[in-house]
Structures are given as C-alpha cells and as structure tokens.
C-alpha cells in the first residue's frame, strides 16, 4: 500500500509505552503498532527504496542483556537505508539523521586519515558546515581531548575528535503534515541534504554499521 500518512495513534502509543514499558503494555497495544507504527514506517520507506536503496526496520524489542535499564521495548521505531540514512518515530515526532556511526577500528583510522588530509578534510568541513547552516544538528561520539599525535592547533581538530560523525533533525508530533504523504517528501528531501555526508563516509571509510545495529541490536 502507499503511504498516506501517520496516525496520532502512533504517537499515543509511544507515549503509553514511555509510562508503560511492560510486556502487559505490549501485548495490549501489540495491534496497534503493527497497524500506527511499524505498518506507515514500512510503506515510507518503500517509497523511498527507488532513490536510497531496500531499508530495514529495526526490532522494537531492547537487548537488554548488558544494561542496568531492563526496559525490554524500545521507545522509538528506528529504521536506516543506504548505509547511512536513518529514520525515526517516537512520542515526541518524527526524526531524520546520516552520516557515519559507531566506525570499526580500522574504519577510525580511515577516518582521520582523511581529516588529516587537506583535500578530503575541507571537504567534510565544508559538507558539516552547510548542514550545520541549514539546521541540522551535528552529533557523534567525540574525545574528550584529542587523537594521540594530533597537534593542539590542528585547523580541523574538531572533526577529528569525533569517533562517530552525523547529523540530524526532527519534527513535532503536532506537525499537521506528518499525518500525510507530505512525511514522505520531508524525509527524501532530508536525505538528499545528508547524501553528501553519507558519501563522504562510504569514500573514505567505508560502509559505517546502522544507528542502531552498532549500538543497540538491530
């Protein structure tokens, strides 16, 4: 089916299970979120498949093996495409990030390879910058200090404190487009902004883990 919008039931039930986060919870509304969140969330990222590639729905249950937090239902429905591309509904609204996550060692290394260089680290200076200008927020794992080698008064030291470099932005629940196939231009037009990032990403590093598969369990 094609998208045609979310339903203030998707946001509701996010909100029952922040106050809720039980299997009783779950089990009630399991109806629900098939049909308010995980059903919309696919036919989005149908939509989307033609220009960013075949996209995975994350679990919506938490690996809760290593965390004090024993929650077991995460409170968002997250989903990522294209190596870099992510996708998000929760209580709060709809959310849309790329870039490069939770790199492996070597990925690391690449990465500030690449910083370091002249060529490619105005590129990505340039390339933050611009989303950074149109209102994204640029975020990632970093350094308290820096790299081991890096010299204090590097002109690009910022970026090259970041273990993990993306960038973001959201909507509100109340947006009234989001309960139409508008969600649908929002989100590809948001993607088409962090493209340059994600590439930038694959070129020099390679293909980065998901937003959540890195992280989180996928």
């Not at 979310?6 to 629900?32: C, I, M, P, R």
């Amino acid at each position: 089916m094609a998208f045609a919008g979310f339903t203030e039931e998707a946001f509701e039930f996010y909100l029952g299970l922040l106050g809720d986060n039980s299997k009783a919870y779950w089990t009630a509304h399991k109806d629900v979120y098939l049909r308010a969140v995980r059903g919309p969330m696919t036919e989005l990222l149908a939509e989307l498949e033609p220009e960013f590639g075949p996209a995975k729905l994350f679990r919506p249950y938490r690996d809760v093996r290593f965390s004090k937090d024993k929650s077991p239902y995460k409170t968002h429905q997250g989903a990522h495409a294209g190596g870099g591309f992510y996708c998000q509904i929760d209580a709060d609204g709809l959310m849309v990030a790329g870039g490069m996550y939770a790199p492996e060692r070597e990925q690391l290394q690449r990465y500030r390879r690449a910083v370091h260089d002249d060529l490619a680290g105005e590129e990505l200076r340039a390339i933050v910058e611009g989303l950074r200008a149109d209102g994204f927020e640029i975020a990632g794992d970093r350094l308290r200090t820096r790299p081991r080698g890096v010299a204090a008064d590097h002109p690009r030291l910022e970026l090259l404190r970041h273990r993990s470099l993306y960038a973001h932005h959201g909507w509100p629940a109340d947006e009234p487009w989001l309960f139409t196939r508008e969600a649908v231009d929002r989100v590809r037009e948001s993607w088409r902004r962090l493209r340059p990032l994600v590439e930038w990403g694959a070129e020099h590093m390679g293909a980065p883990a998901g937003p959540e598969g890195a992280g989180g369990g996928g």
